[in-house]
């Protein structure tokens, strides 16, 4: 293995000693998911690493500055400012900066980080572009690494690696975050048109145009981003509103249906109980006991 750096100002780097990783290995609430190294480089020039035969830890690099390189089976990426690669363990790998990148990086291991990598759907080794949102991660970053470097506690690490969860979760769902400036997605914004429209109903057409695509191919391209037709996740909304006004208000199921635009409220307590599993009296009377 072949690692090499020059020394920075402001240069960090918080390896976690092998006896603690063990014990927050061994924890069940740490176990799933667990930083071994995390580090920040602001600048690092000549920036090199090589390892013919992998590591035993998964790998995240985030660019914020500059660009850098790596590769992987006799092929070479690049990464550039706003990207990120991930390295899987056990994998054969080099990378460095082309010719001076700013880097914030983290190795983890965990009995889920295989589950975790595999959601990155095998964009392994390449810059994978960062949407907008790039002031909150690097906040987020920071967060986790000025939590290791307060000092190795179980408070500390148990509060970094809980951090980290949301962290990692940042970078796979990175096309599912709001974007910054106000700027929404085509699902976030009719999204928002449901839940403007939550005592309405909708038809396919519109929310399509609000969106704006044609009805066929936002169907599918909804579906795709979300998992749900537009529809079902309309009436998921509205469900999500109905068991609000069950617990937080007095309102008889009927007025809580008319509110949402069920104008028969038997029908409303149809799709309800289809939804959660219980009528809406049911509902109520469980929650509020």
Same mark, same amino acid.
């Given at each position: 293995?072949?690692?090499?750096?020059?020394?920075?100002?402001?240069?960090?780097?918080?390896?976690?000693?092998?006896?603690?990783?063990?014990?927050?290995?061994?924890?069940?609430?740490?176990?799933?998911?667990?930083?071994?190294?995390?580090?920040?480089?602001?600048?690092?020039?000549?920036?090199?690493?090589?390892?013919?035969?992998?590591?035993?830890?998964?790998?995240?690099?985030?660019?914020?500055?500059?660009?850098?390189?790596?590769?992987?089976?006799?092929?070479?990426?690049?990464?550039?400012?706003?990207?990120?690669?991930?390295?899987?363990?056990?994998?054969?790998?080099?990378?460095?900066?082309?010719?001076?990148?700013?880097?914030?990086?983290?190795?983890?291991?965990?009995?889920?980080?295989?589950?975790?990598?595999?959601?990155?759907?095998?964009?392994?080794?390449?810059?994978?572009?960062?949407?907008?949102?790039?002031?909150?991660?690097?906040?987020?970053?920071?967060?986790?690494? %000025?939590?290791?470097?307060?000092?190795?506690?179980?408070?500390?690490?148990?509060?970094?690696?809980?951090?980290?969860?949301?962290?990692?979760?940042?970078?796979?769902?990175?096309?599912?975050?709001?974007?910054?400036?106000?700027?929404?997605?085509?699902?976030?914004?009719?999204?928002?048109?449901?839940?403007? %429209?939550?005592?309405?109903?909708?038809?396919?057409?519109?929310?399509?145009?609000?969106?704006?695509?044609?009805?066929?191919?936002?169907?599918?391209?909804?579906?795709?981003?979300?998992?749900?037709?537009?529809?079902?996740?309309?009436?998921?909304?509205?469900?999500?509103?109905?068991?609000?006004?069950?617990?937080?208000?007095?309102?008889?199921?009927?007025?809580?249906?008319?509110?949402?635009?069920?104008? %028969?409220?038997?029908?409303?307590?149809?799709?309800?109980? %289809?939804?959660?599993?219980?009528?809406?009296?049911?509902?109520?009377?469980?929650?509020?006991?």
């Amino acid at each position: 293995m072949v690692i090499r750096i020059k020394e920075v100002e402001k240069q960090r780097a918080s390896f976690i000693p092998r006896g603690i990783i063990a014990r927050m290995l061994s924890d069940p609430l740490l176990s799933d998911l667990v930083i071994t190294i995390i580090g920040y480089y602001p600048g690092a020039e000549h920036h090199h690493c090589e390892r013919p035969a992998g590591i035993d830890h998964h790998i995240l690099i985030y660019c914020v500055g500059g660009q850098g390189w790596c590769e992987h089976a006799g092929k070479r990426y690049a990464v550039k400012k706003g990207e990120f690669l991930v390295v899987p363990r056990g994998e054969e790998h080099s990378y460095g900066a082309d010719p001076s990148w700013e880097i914030y990086w983290v190795h983890f291991v965990g009995t889920r980080s295989d589950m975790f990598m595999n959601m990155f759907r095998g964009s392994f080794f390449r810059g994978i572009p960062m949407p907008l949102h790039r002031e909150e991660t690097i906040r987020l970053f920071k967060d986790v690494l %000025n939590a290791v470097e307060m000092g190795h506690t179980m408070e500390n690490l148990s509060f970094a690696n809980l951090g980290f969860r949301h962290l990692l979760g940042s970078f796979i769902y990175r096309n599912r975050l709001p974007m910054a400036g106000g700027l929404e997605s085509p699902e976030e914004k009719a999204i928002s048109f449901m839940k403007e %429209n939550i005592g309405g109903v909708l038809a396919l057409e519109q929310i399509a145009s609000h969106a704006g695509f044609s009805p066929s191919y936002f169907i599918s391209f909804f579906r795709k981003k979300t998992g749900y037709s537009p529809i079902d996740f309309f009436i998921n909304l509205k469900m999500q509103a109905a068991c609000q006004y069950l617990v937080l208000s007095n309102l008889k199921v009927k007025e809580i249906a008319h509110k949402l635009g069920y104008e %028969n409220p038997y029908y409303f307590s149809r799709i309800f109980s %289809n939804s959660t599993g219980m009528s809406p009296k049911e509902y109520r009377r469980k929650r509020k006991a």
